[in-house]
């Protein structure tokens, strides 16, 4: 029977056929963590709390905190792994209150290298990173993926004002693996603006560490004495969609009406134009 339909009268619909309209419907929403799933370690030990997600179009619970533990000098992902090479068993009998099925298909681990299989298309196995991390002998450093844990939204509030215009007082966003812009929330004095930055251009050579940048003309809403108004030109700076991302003020200057010249801004105008948000975007 070449033609079927799943959504029908006794059709018979199998956990692949789901899967795979979940994540069809899912589009960007599918391999993201639904809630929870934070991870912590304490010495080589590595808690992860409880949480969903949908992984490849298979919605997966963590129903308590779970502890893994790493091994010493190692480098790897904290994974929630689909195996589909194994097979799931059961105890008790079916159709009665004592059955009980267990999947041995799911795990929550610990994994050196990544394994992405596309599972809807004859893959067997699927390896989804919540957090990287990195053991001595004696601890974890643990990175959250932030890819993993949202395709859109908000990812640092706050006040970073433009006396930030140095790689010592960078704000650090963490791991923006897959991010394609940057939404920035600006207030330059009484003005308020959306800037986005595109970060997703790896050819970009602005700069060796500072890929992007986003130099924006703000008008500024109050004349001054004398009938003048001012012209601000702020400059961010990005280090682009990789782990450790960091952002930072280019430069903040401005320039009178009627006149030619910049000038530079001092202490004062810095600390009144700064970024309220951040928000990402895949």
Known sequence: MTLQGYQFDKAKVTPESDAQLYSYLAQSSDNKVISGLTATATGLNVYVTAGKALVQGRLVDNGQQMQLTAQANKTGYVCITIDLTQDNTSTGTPGT???????????????EVLNQQ??????????????????????????????????????????????????????KLGDLTGVKYLHIDLLCYNKFLRITLDISNSYSNYNLKWKYVSQQLIPEMEVLSGGAYRVWEVEILSTGAISNSELRFGM????????????????????NTFVTSIAVEY
């Open 118 to 171: 596309d599972l809807n298309n004859g893959g067997l196995i699927y390896t989804f990173p919540l957090y990287s991390y990195v053991s001595t002998g004696a601890t974890v450093t643990l990175t959250k993926i932030v890819a993993s844990h949202m395709k859109k939204g908000v990812i640092w509030t706050g006040k970073f004002d433009a006396n930030a215009n140095s790689d010592s007082k960078a704000l």
């Open 252 to 271: 903040l200057r401005f320039m009178s009406g009627g006149s030619s010249a910049w000038n530079s801004s001092d202490s004062n105008n810095m600390s």
């Open 97 to 111: 209150s004592d059955y009980v099925p267990v999947n041995n298909q799911l795990r929550l681990e610990l994994v």
